[in-house]
């Protein structure tokens, strides 16, 4: 059984401790049979034949390319304007907005239309909200979609601005918003939509237990609730889901409901991916050496920094069953491995791309609105969108540089 082979996944780059990652390469792999769910010892779990794993080695070609890659980026960094408005909090009153802010709406005309203004400032307005979604469909992910000012907001205007020939700033400017429009076309930000009864019928799980011996009792670590669901499916912060809809109630099929009219693709030609520590993001580079995407990340911590250096994609694993084993690190009184479910609220979300650095890779994670603004332990991790959209394009051997 497929999901059964999952079970290969070893990972603990979200928790203390050094877990071993096996990545699926895309040649076939050769499991084993696991006839319980406790696996005896996931430190050599069933991986890939590891001749299948693309070497690490650089040629003089990519150390090239890396080097103009850095070098444009470190630009990049010296020239975002550090004191744009990166406020994270909405805005909890009209105070709280400039003098000549256009006065917050957010029905779907609203949105649609919501214009630049200049000194537009910190907090919630409908014209980040439109801009984060054609800042999404540019290839410049602003993580979860919030209509806030922050700096998920900021390094998406920035990599917009570089990979279209303005000077990247991080400020929304009138250039910039020109841009952006020019961009979307005629492509309306937000949509109306039917929720399902497929929507409705998930599978969901009533709660997702912090115990991993609980956890590994369930059928999956599956989302919640509708809210949740759809917010992963629509890019959104769920907060700001149900901001729009407050009269929705997210139970009956046939209701309406709306939401961000979102891509769900990352260009082709991945030659190069950049992880920016200090930037907290995930950069995508063709083979002309020119970025083609962006990413907010969460890549390590002082206390279990990410690794230094250049590796290569070894694999992607979609839906991956995660290994855990108490001689790597213990969580709570678990004493015995346990094998856990896949599922979008799982340890890693609901894909894996191993590095060949081992126990490292790129991967999703249960809490979206949290990417950039704390820490991982040592791996890449995006949202599960983000995460499964480059997991649909990037290929083995694809260069991977962590840059400080």
């Not at 279209?164 to 910039?176: A, D, I, M, V």
């Not at 209701?255 to 961000?260: F, L």
């Not at 911590?301 to 990410?306: E, I, K």
């Not at 213990?330 to 650095?357: A, D, F, H, M, R």
Request: proline letters at 7%; glycine letters at 8%; hydrophobic letters at 40%.
């Amino acid at each position: 059984m497929f999901v059964r082979t999952m079970l290969a996944l070893s990972l603990s780059c979200i928790f203390a401790g050094t877990a071993i990652a096996a990545s699926t390469a895309e040649q076939p792999l050769n499991p084993k049979v696991i006839t319980d769910v406790a696996v005896q010892d996931p430190i050599d779990p069933l991986a890939a034949d590891a001749a299948s794993a693309p070497a690490a080695n650089i040629t003089a070609q990519e150390q090239q390319d890396l080097n103009q890659a850095s070098d444009t980026l470190n630009n990049l960094q010296n020239t975002e304007d550090k004191n744009a408005a990166i406020g994270d909090a909405p805005a909890s009153s009209a105070a709280a907005a400039p003098a000549n802010a256009v006065k917050a709406a957010w029905g779907l005309n609203d949105l649609n239309n919501a214009a630049w203004y200049d000194n537009i400032g910190k907090g919630q307005f409908p014209v980040y909200a439109r801009a984060h979604i054609m800042l999404n469909n540019a290839h410049a992910s602003p993580g979860a979609i919030d209509g806030t000012s922050g700096k998920n907001t900021l390094k998406a205007i920035a990599s917009f601005q570089q990979m279209n020939g303005l000077k990247p700033t991080g400020t929304l400017t009138k250039e910039t918003w020109d841009a952006l429009i020019a961009k979307q076309g005629s492509k309306p930000a937000f949509i109306e939509y039917t929720i399902t009864e497929a929507d409705l019928k998930g599978p969901y799980a009533q709660s997702i237990p912090r115990d991993y011996a609980l956890q590994a009792k369930m059928k999956g670590l599956y989302y919640t609730r509708v809210t949740e669901m759809l917010g992963e499916k629509f890019h959104m912060d769920e907060d700001f889901l149900k901001k729009l809809n407050p009269k929705a109630t997210f139970k009956k099929a046939g209701e309406k409901i709306i939401v961000a009219n979102i891509r769900n693709e990352v260009p082709e030609d991945i030659h190069l991916i950049v992880a920016h520590k200090g930037a907290k993001q995930l950069y995508l580079f063709n083979s002309r050496n020119q970025m083609i995407g962006s990413f907010p990340a969460t890549i390590g911590s002082a206390s279990t920094p990410s690794p230094t250096g250049t590796y290569k994609v070894t694999g992607v694993a979609p839906n991956p069953w995660y290994s855990y084993s108490p001689s790597n690190f213990v969580q709570g009184n678990n004493t015995k491995p346990l094998s856990l479910p896949p599922g979008p609220n799982g340890p890693v979300g609901n894909i894996w791309i191993g590095l060949s650095k081992k126990s490292f890779g790129i991967h999703g994670t249960p809490n979206p609105s949290a990417i950039s603004k704390t820490a991982s332990h040592g791996c890449i991790r995006l949202t599960n969108w983000d995460a499964n959209d480059l997991g649909k394009k990037v290929k083995s051997g694809v260069t991977v540089k962590f840059l400080e």
